[in-house]
């Protein structure tokens, strides 16, 4: 009885584990498929991202504007938040917490932030 080469079988091991994939790929409904390659993920990105419409309800709660489809949130003509310093804590003067998210906020009298607010929190 002769043994089949190790390549032989490497290979035969290959084709069924392909064929089994392929399979199983083919059982799973088209809409609940995951995107393999980049090609596949772009365009499911395109996709998604196309079918985002603008905000008609409401104003974005980020750039509060009615406009705003999410590509360009926050706008680059917006200006830059003020920086956030390490050191702020309840003692600082000028500084306010967000009683939802936590966030220190500068000149910010307290209670809840704008964007938490726009959030409905």
């Known amino acids: 009885m002769t043994r089949p080469r190790p390549r032989d079988t490497h290979r035969r091991l290959g084709h069924h584990l392909l064929a089994v994939v392929r399979a199983q790929d083919a059982a799973i409904p088209a809409h609940r498929r995951v995107p393999r390659t980049a090609a596949q993920m772009r365009a499911r990105f395109v996709e998604r991202t196309s079918q985002t419409a603008t905000m008609r309800e409401d104003a974005c709660p980020l750039c509060f504007r009615w406009s705003c ?53």
């Open 69 to 121: 489809d999410g590509t360009d949130c926050p706008p680059s003509a917006a200006p830059e938040p003020a920086a956030q310093t390490a050191t702020a804590s309840a003692g600082d003067p000028g500084w306010g917490q967000c009683n939802q998210c936590m966030g220190w906020f500068p000149d910010f009298p307290g209670g809840v932030c704008s964007a938490c607010r726009a959030l409905g929190r």
